[in-house]
């Protein structure tokens, strides 16, 4: 067994998840956690399965994905050899994407002229079978002329008759203020921030407390912890089946790591915040910004 393998089965152990929860977690097959626990890295189909199994691993028993592919690539480094091939394969996939690049070219080409030829052939019979439209339209705009103008005096009336009735010298009786309508409290607002190293940031304004709900739909280890000055503090790791829900309400920022983001539904103060639809580890941090 690898000192990495020894790592990730000892943290597992303590956590006391099981290798049949920690596949269902991570929908990796259980012959291959157990293939990375030995250091038997040669039962994984490739290199690159290898690093995506391991980062998994950690995500899912809490550890840091990043040391922890660091201390793999230390011990396992990448071999020399593969690069001629991968030079052969994209110098291939470049001569093919360019020979496709040539026909869309020639087709777009093809495509427009015969819209254009479409284009040419409707306007030359609709300029042949014009039949002089612009003059049958005069009278109807001497008509609406005419209307104008026997219009136009009484306008002029109406405005000479408020001017009179504005000017009599009577003082207009004053308007009574209405009061001003009472401010209504601003709602809660969730609103996405950035992405930073993998981890989703929302802040959150409005409200003095996060209420934290979450609906599971399908087996799913999660682990919810509360920030404070002094770093974080964890209000529990669990891990939950199909039909499971939990409501966290705490007066600090919120740290989440969950194991599949398919299997969980997850709402702040009544708004959803979406975690994705793959069964893929997600970890998200609720910023609270009060007033």
């Known amino acids: 067994m690898s000192d990495l393998g020894f790592i990730l089965r000892k943290t597992r152990l303590e956590k006391k998840i099981s290798l049949d929860d920690l596949q269902e977690v991570t929908k990796i097959r259980k012959r291959y956690l157990e293939a990375i626990e030995e250091g038997n890295y040669k039962v994984l189909p490739g290199s690159f399965y290898v690093r995506a199994f391991i980062k998994s691993y950690a995500e899912a028993v809490g550890l840091d994905p990043t040391e922890v592919l ?50 040419g052939i409707v306007y030359y019979y609709t300029y042949k079978n014009y039949k002089g439209t612009p003059a049958d339209e005069k009278p109807a705009q001497t008509q609406s002329s005419k209307i104008t103008n026997s219009t136009s005096p009484a306008a002029g009336t109406n405005s ?57 739909t399908g087996s799913c280890w999660i682990r919810v912890d509360s920030l404070t000055e002094g770093g974080k503090d964890m209000l529990r790791q669990k891990l939950y089946k199909a039909g499971d829900t939990d409501t966290f309400d705490i007066a600090t920022s919120a740290y989440l790591n969950v194991g599949a983001a398919s299997a969980v539904e997850l709402s702040v103060n009544g708004t959803v915040v979406p975690v994705g639809d793959t069964p893929n580890p997600k970890r998200v941090q609720l910023n609270l910004q009060k007033n």
């Open 70 to 119: 660091n201390m793999y690539q230390s011990t396992n480094p990448s071999p020399v050899t593969e690069k001629p091939v991968v030079e052969n394969i994209r110098k291939n996939r470049t001569s093919v994407r360019n020979t496709e690049k040539l026909s869309r070219w020639a087709s777009s080409v093809m495509f427009i002229c015969f819209i254009l030829l479409i284009f």
């Open 160 to 216: 000479t008759n408020s001017t009179t009735a504005s000017s009599d010298g009577k003082v207009a009786p004053l308007s009574t203020a209405t009061p001003s309508p009472t401010p209504t409290p601003s709602a809660v607002q969730v609103k996405f921030s950035s992405n930073e190293k993998g981890v989703d940031n929302y802040i959150i304004t409005g409200t003095a407390n996060l209420n934290i709900q979450l609906k599971i």
